[in-house]
């Protein structure tokens, strides 16, 4: 028996999952200014008739660190940033607690210039002064070599409340953001534990007693205590959540797309043989972008309760804003929800104030009323679709950096759409006759959120990498490092890779049956040449416990689905 | 966050899975630094940097540029085409307007390769910017454009297939041809009879430093430039005049790169050689990808970087001062060297030996050229290779003449079949390329 909880923008989705498929689901309006209540009050009703003890997973998704990014409610943190050559760190700036300090390490982890104890004291001292209680502290090839950053930490000695490292948050090379995934680790980190704290103990006082999982960004889960070192990747885990949703009913050993059409936004994602694309380096949304792991989602402003206008040309507009609901449910602007009321597809909703919004536009276009919605209709999908087939030739269009690869290069083509949100089904049938493309509306599409919560695994990846010239071996991010010699092979560092893998999912919370979906992402070798002799070889690897459903309920949602 | 001026494009194509041989400078670890670098500075995420992915060329796109022999197949690789992609795919993304400028980060290089490629010189098969230049004409039909190559050895390949072109101003620094790799590239080279001057080659002394190569570029490239006025700039950006360079003997620093390509501005950069694959690739190719997005780049210094340990000696910038003086002479007399080189319609003979170091080939060659002031000239070329092929090729420029159109047909159709055991015709007027075998 599973719980699922997602916390969205306007609804907090609860389901209960058994063996034999959805046995509850409910709704609660969400409480954005007091998202614990709605958590609680969602857990509160589901648990009305159900035996708390027989509960043996919850997983929770929230926007809770998501809105204190977005509105800014985070909390002061000084980050001390140790660039050495390059682009001036000054452009990475975080906030006004925020010094570049001396000290540098090259691409290979070799130390040019120490660090240097009495400048890490002075700024230790202005933290201090400030009221600052959590410090990020990252150095340029940290991923190399972190000792410059276990230093500073050291100089800093417990006088912060917590200190985070720029070389735990991932093994991928990227300076700029690892500066801004440690800041925002720092930043939410007293929200979020204050948050599970709360939610733990009430859910203690309910009777449930299982440890709580929590939904990260790459559609993995981790466990509420391994979360406290990286808060930051619970970031929006909600787009996670839907998409983990639609894999049930994902086609196994094909390419699929997932739309996911909400009032304001679809949100368009990609899978693989049932297993969600991810970001290549990190969340990346505008001119925002950081290291946390995390599906590939794209969204585009166009959704049920869009505006819709007929420009000085006279053609039809779609969103990107929307100015309330549609006007079938209240609202004062014609939206596409309206044209579905006019075409009789929606059958909730006012048909009379739904037609008078159509026709207005109708008047505008010249059409008729019945004419002029299925022509919204049918913009809104080609607006769709259009934009993800422009994803889908920019996922085909990403560099390799060997021969190989550009002559074997994977093309996602998906034969297969499926339709999660509000107006998912009436759009399925549509989409399918414009574009001759099976078109799947995901069944319980309106908690789908909750069960793509409740079903995901635990997630993780490592990076490991050796030199042999410098005859170590090492995974920085775990902490861990090696001397090997130089007769270290391939088979050696995919072992260590694989059981560091195993340690970090089994404290993640991983189910041990889970643990054989390891993917490799990564490896390359090189010799390495000085004065035209061998002198070693470098070995790179990243592996990941890739993202996708805990193991038995699949089957039982899809029977479910025919079933009803 | 981080914002540029203008947009620049990047192919950056590492080929980790070629290499010459594994002990060859020419190999795959040559940019795993240069990406280490390039990853942690977050370049990518730039948003005016647009990463985009090579393409490949086609055999038409390489017999715009080359006569194969005895095929484009026999003579590449699929990293050589894939190279030669990158370039190509900067050229579309510059001239479509997508970005201002685009530097190809590609291997292996190209700027040794010749018009007659029997195969493998000082680690290139065939020449990257050359079919990119004759890519862009052809395609986007621009008239005028200059190929600034600053690598450290000659560029050889390049002086070859601008021989002719009044249209091409060709412009290679390197280390004096008396003390490297290939072993020419003397002021004296100015280019064909009907090209004098469109060609100059600019030796510079071993042991020359920043100061030395700036120089250079401000008084002898840059006032060039501006007097020939070309729509489009191209830099065969070679990175092997550093100071830690293995295989030469110049003092040039990451700072210098990216001073230069500030100056000089190219419109494309196409990665020639650069063998300090460690202590220099990483942060010149960094400096350079600023300076072209238009970046400060001052940050950008080699960890051992001592400028006063890289001084020039004031012997050095003597003989660069006097160097410059003698090519701005020869720039200034193009003109007036040109007529001197022939009466109009004669037929012009040269003789040369080419030696191919990678694939130890040895092509002797006997070329025959309109002298024309109309346009490049059509040409043949008889090349022997030992061991390999005898072929003849036959060229005519992309803007000739009418008597030049014919003079080119009549090369080809009187050839001697029984002489050779092919011979080529690439009229690019009409972008054809016909092989009698």
Known sequence: MILGLDVGGTHTDVVFLSQKGVQKHVKVPTQSDNLFKSVLSGFTLILEDVDPGRIQRVVISTTLTTNAIVQQTVTPVGMIVSAGPGIDPENFRTGDHYYAVGGSINHRGREIEPINEMEIQRVGEKFKK???????????????????????????????????????????????????????????????????????????????????????????????????????????????????????????????????????????????????????????????????????????????????????????????????????????????????????????????????????????????????????????????????FEMIDALNAKPVYTVHDFLEGYKFSPDTILLMGGPARFFAKKIQDMYQLETIAVPYASVANAIGAALARTTCEVTVNADTEQGVVTAHEEDFAEPVSKSFSKDDLLETAYSLLKDKAKNAGA???????????????????????????IFRTKIQLKPGLIHGYESMLNRQALEN | MLNAPHKTGLVFFPAFDWAIDPTHPEREERLLYTQDQVREEGVFDVPEIIEYKPEIVTPKDIQRAHFCVPDEQTVTTESHLISAGGAKAIANAVMLNEVKNGFALVRPPGHH?????????????????????????????????????????????????????????????????????????????????????SNLNIPLPPGTSTKGYLYVIENCVLPVLEAFKPDLV??????????????????????????????????????????????????????????????????????????????????????????CDQIMTYWGQRYELREAAGEPGQIMTRHREVFYDTDNIFDRQKEKIRVCRDCGGSFEVDSKATPGNHILGVHIPINACKACREQGYEFYDQADNTKYQRIYLQDRTTDVYEVKQ
């Open chain 1, 130 to 388: 400030a009221g600052i209680e959590y410090v990020g502290v990252v150095s340029k090839f940290c991923v190399r070599n972190p000792s410059h950053e276990i230093l500073i930490e050291r100089i800093l000695n417990k006088q912060f409340k917590q200190i985070f490292l720029g070389h735990h948050v991932s093994g991928n090379l990227n300076f700029p953001r690892r500066i801004a995934t440690t800041y925002m680790n720092a930043a939410v980190y007293p929200l979020h534990k204050e948050f599970f704290q709360a939610v733990e103990q009430s859910l203690e006082e309910m009777g449930l007693t299982v440890p709580i999982q929590i939904l990260k960004a790459d559609g993995g889960t981790m466990t509420l205590e391994a979360s406290m070192d990286f808060p930051a990747q619970t970031v929006l885990s909600g787009p996670a959540a839907s998409i983990m949703g639609a894999i049930p009913y994902a086609p196994e050993g094909h390419d699929a797309v997932v739309l996911d059409i909400g009032g304001t936004t679809t949100d368009i994602a990609f899978l693989v043989d049932k297993t969600p694309l991810l970001e290549p380096v990190g969340i990346q949304r505008g001119g925002y972008k950081s290291l946390i792991r995390s599906l590939r989602t794209v969204s585009k402003g166009i959704g049920g309760d869009s505006a819709l206008r007929v420009n000085d040309d006279g053609n039809l507009t779609v969103g990107p804003d929307r100015m309330g609901p549609a006007m079938a449910f209240g609202g004062s602007v014609p939206t596409p929800t309206d044209a579905l009321v006019v075409l009789g597809l929606m059958e909730t909703g006012e048909q009379g104030r739904a037609r008078q919004g159509i026709k207005s536009i109708a008047d505008q276009l010249g059409m008729a009323e019945k004419e002029a919605a299925e022509h919204i209709f049918k913009i809104c999908c080609n607006i769709i679709l259009k934009k993800t």
């Open chain 1, 511 to 537: 189910d041990p049956d889970t643990l054989n979906e390891v993917e490799m992402v990564e490896f390359q070798e090189f010799n390495i040449v000085r004065n035209f002799s061998p002198k070693g070889k």
């Open chain 2, 113 to 197: 390769s010749m018009r007659v490629t029997h195969g493998g010189r000082g680690f290139c098969h065939i020449n990257i910017e050359a079919i990119m230049v004759e890519y862009i004409r052809s395609q986007f039909g621009v008239k005028r454009i200059a190929v600034i190559d600053t690598d450290c050895h000659h560029g050889d390949g390049s002086d070859d297939i601008f021989w002719h072109d009044p249209d091409v101003l060709f412009i290679s620094l390197h280390q004096d041809g008396r003390t490297m790799y290939p072993g020419t590239g003397f002021p004296r080279d100015l280019g064909g009879p009907n090209a004098k001057g």
């Open chain 2, 234 to 323: 191209v830099n065969s950006a070679g990175q092997d005049n550093h100071y830690t360079d293995p295989l030469t003997n110049m003092n040039f620093s990451a700072q210098g790169y990216a001073r230069l390509t500030d100056m000089l501005k190219p419109d494309i950069a196409v990665l020639e050689g650069g063998y300090a694959i460690e202590g220099a690739l990483p942060y010149v190719n960094l400096g350079i990808i600023l300076a072209m997005a238009g970046i400060d780049y001052s940050g950008v210094v080699e960890p051992d970087y001592n400028p006063e340990r890289l001084k020039q000696s004031v012997s050095i910038t003597d003989n660069i001062k006097r160097t």
